[in-house]
């Protein structure tokens, strides 16, 4: 009888610590996996986003002083077109602030734009050295958790992820 | 004794269930991961050629065709000359097979699109 007993708690016992295994292990830990993993993504798909507007910002070259062996950028056309690409290709208005079905949540902040023309070697704001004519951009790009969207806001105190982007793109020399 | 073998084994049987959808989650996901550099790496041949090829859409196409994608459009809206906005649109349908109960496997279709602008640096003298 005392045998029986102990094999039905067992049992039971078993449910409550296989539910409490998948539950508190195994669920947050794959969550945790597949955030990280759609957060890379995203990060991906806005360093693409801002290389093709760095390498886009190259046409703001002067073509005028190529003749006279001078690399020279008008710089409000740089900026104009590195905003407009990046804007495009990340679904955000004029102001750099999110469009529906946009990865991005909220505004683009575009922390640094620099085109390096001459006196290499030099080193970026982040620290990278260039070597070679480049355009050196870095963004900080807000963007929303796929899954436990509340909890993980929540428990990091924010509104938002924020993503810095960096991306050095060479310029390049021939087609 | 024999209660607690069944017990063990659903709960083994929920937990592979389980841990097999968590996996599948990532196929759409590492799809979508794999076209966005197969597209960028064409975007980067429209940039340098000013348009589109015969021969970028074919090797673009054949590339998605055999990660499993079907129904490919593929357009490049090019302008040719340097400074100009260049825009590759891929469309494809993602098919793939997953786990929705317990014991049952369904077909899924995931369209998924790629939809960039850069600018052309091609030279034309």
Redesign the interface.
Known sequence: MMWQRSSKGSAAADVVIGVAVIVLVVLPVFSAVIERYIVLNKAQIIKDAVDMANISAYNAINAGNLGRNAVTFDSDKADEIYRFILAKNLHLDDTLSAKPNSIVEGTVNIESLILYTGGFPLACPEGTYVEKPSVHSCITVPVKPALYRRIILDLLGRQHIELKVHVDSEIPVNN | ?P??VV??GI?LV??TA??VV?LE??LP?SA??DM?IWC?ST?LRM??EGELSDQAKLDLHTKLAQRGFVNIDIEGVGGGK??EEINLRVEADYIYSRLTGLFIRSTAVQRMVYD????S???VN
């Open positions: 004794m209660a607690r017990v063990t709960i929920v937990l389980f841990l968590a989650f990532f996901l979508k991961s966005n960028r975007m940039e340098m340097q400074g960039k602008t850069s600018v640096r091609r030279v």
